[in-house]
């Protein structure tokens, strides 16, 4: 079968390798979805640090039922201290460990991406030499067909449309 349309286009893919590995890393969805996971990982390390630090908390009431009036109202300060300290500090380290879990998976997942990217670019330049390599050879093949059909013709061993049919071959195989 004839060779498809022109495939200068793999040169341009093959010389932005940079910006097409930026463009793949962005875009994939599962990368996408381990940055979720990572961000996910360092909001619970933050919230469990915040755990280690005592919680503050401004009261007020109001009670009609007192019968003096100065009693009626109220303004107070709650402090809640963090204890056990041991659990807290035990459950910072696990989201740390969470977390650094997240980012390696997250750097294994980019790393696949990244072999995979450079497999297709260079499977992407294979083809692209092994289409330059055919259409070097295709019109000296086309050339000998004609060649071939004009003698057997010439010979009375084969037919016109052999020879048109070689001929336009020929022509096909002509680069534009």
Do not use: C
Not at 89 to 106: D, F, K, Q
Not at 161 to 174: I, N, S, Y
């Amino acid at each position: 079968p004839p060779l498809p349309g022109d495939f200068e286009h793999t040169a341009a893919i093959a010389g932005d390798a940079a910006s097409l590995e930026a463009e793949a890393l962005r875009a994939r969805p599962e990368l996408r979805a381990q940055r979720a996971r990572v961000d996910a990982a360092d909001a619970a390390l933050r919230l469990a640090m915040r755990d280690l630090l005592p919680d503050v908390a401004l009261a007020g009431s109001y009670d009609r039922l007192w019968q003096e009036r100065d009693l009626r109202g109220f303004v107070g300060l709650e402090l809640e201290l963090p204890f056990p300290l041991r659990a807290r500090h035990a459950a910072v380290t696990a989201e740390r460990a969470e977390l650094e879990r997240e980012r390696s998976a997250l750097r294994a997942a980019e790393n696949a991406a990244r072999l995979e990217l450079g497999v297709a670019r260079a499977s992407l330049a294979e083809i692209d030499e092994q289409l330059s390599l055919a259409e070097s050879r295709r019109a000296p093949a086309a050339q000998d067909r004609a060649e071939i059909a004009r003698a057997s013709f010439e010979a009375g061993r084969s037919d016109l449309t052999a020879l048109l049919k070689a001929l336009r071959g020929r022509l096909d195989a002509q680069p534009p």
